[in-house]
């Protein structure tokens, strides 16, 4: 697992900050069940911080099984957390599916998911 702050200690300091809100950027994790789990934990902690999560994923994820386990312990990690917490905060989800065409990488098209998650309400997010 990577170091976090306290939950409590990062929304403290954004909170006494004018700064802009904490972005968590991922991309390409999902591709093995293992660390697709652990990714679905640290989405729904930064979440619970009050961060702006940003994770791109490709259909490798698809193929090896990770989207799934990654869809499903997040939506067991949010029930558990919004019972532990006590009321129904919602994190704020969306979707959108790019094709990315890139020559030094070789692929002449591949398709791409972008997931938003607690995006700003002044953001919308484009599809």
């Known amino acids: 697992p990577l170091p976090l702050l306290p939950a409590q200690q990062v929304v403290a300091e954004v909170e006494e900050s004018d700064d802009a ?6 991309a390409t994790i999902l591709y093995d ?6 990714a679905a934990q640290r989405v729904v902690e930064a979440c619970n ?20 386990r990654f869809e499903n312990e997040l939506e067991r990690l949010l029930l558990l957390s919004m019972k ?13 599916h790019e ?13 791409v998911r972008i997931l938003h ?10 599809s």
């Open 117 to 126: 998650f607690n995006a700003p309400p002044c953001v919308v997010p484009e």
């Open 84 to 96: 532990n917490r006590g009321r129904m905060d919602l994190i704020r989800r969306s979707v959108i």
């Open 49 to 68: 911080a009050g961060a702006w999560v940003i994770l791109g994923d490709d259909d490798t994820s698809l193929r090896d099984g990770g989207r799934e």
């Open 33 to 38: 069940a293992s660390l697709a789990k652990a």
């Open 21 to 26: 809100p904490i972005i968590v950027v991922a």
């Open 99 to 111: 094709t990315v065409k890139e020559g030094g990488f070789g692929w002449v098209a591949k398709s």
